[in-house]
């Protein structure tokens, strides 16, 4: 669709007042269901084509600015921008993880069937579900699909989806960040990192074509490699979420060398194969204020993009490693 050239409708306004009409109202009906799929570059061009698809682009952009969860979140999440002219980043928003396909081997990356669930009533701590606490992995364990409690039960925290007020703040040198648009309280659950789930190969793949693109400017990629090892340390577990295409809000979280203001928490729902990863606040958080975490501490690329994150122990350097 990028680049294609728009048509002009001037024959619209040359029709009789009648037929005028009912072509404006099949039009606006069209726009409507089919602008909104639309990157904002194609949005650009199609708005500029009519008076109708510029009312109904405009009405687009005025929607994704205001809220980029587009209304899959409790609370909507505005982007801010005093920087430049860009209203907002384009993605697909998802409020969970995904997961994704590896084009080479067309199958999903896991199993997605929940197998089991407990059978409480109310899982509140003090009788012993049998869904709360830590694996061996130790990921922190909650309730799932199959468990007999519903969706209010206490031990599903960051099933919800974000519960806190957020905001994305466009930074001259960092890009978009995400900010706090209210008091987080220490210990708060923020957000999930939720993207799309992918093998290690096809998340080696996507790597070497952002690098690619970064390299050349103005593209932000949002792969996360996560690895947790056993405590023994006999075994690692490796998951690969990729938000740069589809994800939620934490894919504009900023790296901090400080390790920011979040704890990362692997969460596994009983029944399901893979845990998700979470944010909690590791400390107050004020409103306003940046919310960043530590991508890592590995730094193979000597050239690595320049680390903006101001804080006292910052390297100059963002993490990168071989994915
Ligand atoms: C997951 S994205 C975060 C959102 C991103 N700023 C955006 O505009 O979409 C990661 C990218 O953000 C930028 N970034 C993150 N933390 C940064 C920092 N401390 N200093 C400079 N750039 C940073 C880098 O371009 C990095 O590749």
């Known amino acids: 669709m990028r680049n294609r050239q728009w048509a002009s409708i001037p024959e619209l306004e040359a029709q009789p007042p009648q037929r005028n009409q ?81 084009p080479r081997q067309n199958r999903p990356v896991s199993d997605p069937f929940p197998a089991w669930g407990c059978e409480c009533e109310r899982c509140d701590g003090d009788i012993g579900c049998p869904c709360e606490g830590l694996d061996s992995f130790e990921v922190t364990r909650e309730c799932g699909a199959s468990c007999r409690c519903g969706v209010q039960c206490g031990n599903r925290v960051t099933q919800g989806g974000v519960s806190v007020r957020l905001k994305i703040v466009k930074d001259e040198r960092k890009g978009w960040g995400l ?36 390299s050349g400017g103005r593209f932000c990629s949002a792969l996360l490699v996560v690895r947790e090892h056993l ?60 919310i960043t975490f530590s991508y890592g501490e590995i730094r193979l690329k000597s050239k690595g993009l320049q680390c903006f994150c101001g804080s006292s122990s910052c390297s100059g350097v963002l993490p990168s490693e071989n994915t």
């Open 231 to 290: 405590p023994s340390g006999k075994a690692c577990m490796r998951i690969n979420i990729d938000a740069t295409r589809i994800g939620n809000v934490s894919r504009f979280i900023n790296h901090s060398c400080d390790g920011g203001n979040l704890s990362t928490v692997l969460v596994r729902n009983s029944g399901a194969l893979l845990p998700r990863l979470c944010f909690f606040a590791s400390r107050d958080i004020k409103e306003d204020e940046e």
């Open 179 to 214: 900010r706090a648009g209210e008091r987080i309280q220490h210990g708060q659950f923020v957000c999930e990192y939720a993207g799309e789930l992918l093998t290690t190969n096809e998340a080696r793949r996507r790597q070497q074509i952002y690098d690619q693109l970064t």
């Open 22 to 102: 009912s072509h404006s109202r099949a039009l606006f009906q069209c726009a409507h269901l089919i602008l909104p799929l639309l990157h904002p570059s194609d949005l650009a061009a199609a708005s500029s084509t009519c008076k109708t698809l510029h009312h109904v682009a405009a009405s687009i952009t005025a929607d994704r600015t205001s809220d980029a969860s587009g209304g899959l979140e409790k609370l909507p999440i505005p982007f801010v921008n005093a920087v430049d002219d860009q209203p907002y980043a384009f993605f697909v928003y998802a409020p969970t993880q995904i997961l994704g396909s590896d």
